[in-house]
């Protein structure tokens, strides 16, 4: 869908948590003390001016992610220096819309007035659940209450908010996974992420998994079945919001529209290629001082493989993949390879309209099934 990949998009990465969730894997460290956050300042900022000297960066952001880790466990003080780095290095007066990630426990009233006062208009805060045995479970420094509040406070200050919450976890029942739900639109949240817990090599449960992990697939059912009864309508795999209030920044991820990626273990998407820049704040730091590449992995992704990567993001949403946007971007073979794969997915899976080929409700809950035969 050529609306979503237009323009150019920034995600930045804050890798400091309170402490490591047994399940995460995505790149943290613990805030261990204050003087390590001026030290990520100082390498982002030369980061943020190599970009700013490429012909790439003077093009008008369109959307603006901040993410985590914990963006929320940085200071106000600590704030205004980011925000000054960002304002400098690139170009944010034609923003759409700019995203942060909290934390409940972290999020508090000064920090969303700064919010507002500049450019942020999204906030997507990680509850995971409201429910009391399920965050100790799951190790959350904060409680069900702290999470509802969090959700009440950036309601009250008028940004569109997003709630994520965790399902298929340790002992979880449905009775348990609806009242989640039922909590968060309560509240009012305009928006609703549901993950399920999986077990990623590298993590403490990857490890050595916890018992009683029930079958993520009832619960997902459940999430389509309600969350649409509720109004929020599932426009992506993972993602339900009611109509205006989708993720215009995670829209551009799917349908690989250029993104800028910086900070330690952030992934960019720049012309075809992919690359991630090295999951350590210790070497970010000091490749950055050295002057030396700060990439952990870079590849190009054209040809085939690269119109399978666009087929597999483009199914994750409801939107799906169009045939005519495929064969320009990749050529006919390419395209007509990927058409392929999918010929015998059936109808009830995936919808196959004129040009177009859409996942339905029942083939986005065995979306895995589906990448295989585009991957095989
Ligand atoms: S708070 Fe979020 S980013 Fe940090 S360790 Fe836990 S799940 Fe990972």
Redesign the pocket.
Known sequence: MRKFSEGISLYLHVPF?????P??A?Y?VPMSNRELVGVYLDAVELEASKWSNWRTCKRPIRTLYIG???PSLLSVGEWERLKNILERNFNLDFLEEATVEA?PGSLNEDLLTFWKEWRITRVSI?CQSFDKQDLLILG?PHGALEGMKSLELALVKGFHVSCDLLFGLPGQTIRRWHANLETALRLGVHHVSCYQLTLEEGTQWGKSPPQSIPSGYPFYRWAQYYLEKKGLYQYEIASFALRGFECSHNLGYWYRRDCIGIGPGAWGFIRGRRYKNVSSLKDYVSRLKEGRSIKEWSERLIGLHGALEAAMLGLRTRWGIDEIDLIEEFGKEKAQEVLLRLEDVPEHLLKKKPHKLVLTRRGMRVGNAIWEKLVS
């Open positions: 948590c309170i402490r490591k969730c399940y995460c995505f943290s985590g880790g914990t934390n990680g959350r």
